[in-house]
């Protein structure tokens, strides 16, 4: 018990620090970044199946609550991007699973479920479900959404800059 007070603290203060400092998504990369590391020192720590439920379903409302009547008009008019989008996607998984597997370097299924677009937490519990490696489908989630975090919004940035 003890140890998951260490990996709560390290993570908050993570995601003060980084908020604090304003890096992009900081408070979700410098509180996954420092409880990451906290957990690493203490091998062997992992979140029970009930304590990861809870946690989803809480972000599932946070993300509900952030809903309101605008966005049947949105998501309508933006709704077949969103097929292509997924479509796309899908296809470039497909192709880097492929592409892994072809390499050596991990097998299809658990490639696919790594480079698919898809939550970190949620593709990994499949993963593992399936009886895929699912630390290594989280790894490669987490470096995606760790870029994305930094990257988007430097690139919302500067194409609002040079749009107007």
Known sequence: MERYF???IAGVI?????NRFHIPGGAVVGAMLCSGMTSLLFSGV?????VGLAVQIMLGVFLGMTFDRSFFTVAAKA????????LCLLGISITM??????LGIIDFSTALFGFSPGGM??????????????ALVAFLHM??????????PLLAKIFMHWRM
């Open 6 to 8: 260490f990996i709560i």
């Open 14 to 18: 993570g995601g003060m620090l980084a």
């Open 46 to 50: 992992g979140i029970s199946p009930r």
């Open 79 to 86: 709704l077949p991007l969103a097929i292509l989008s997924t």
């Open 97 to 102: 699973a492929w592409l892994a597997s072809r």
């Open 121 to 134: 937490s949620g593709m990994a519990v499949l993963a593992q479900t399936e009886g895929h490696n699912a």
């Open 143 to 152: 470096f995606r959404v760790f870029t994305l975090f930094l990257v988007v």
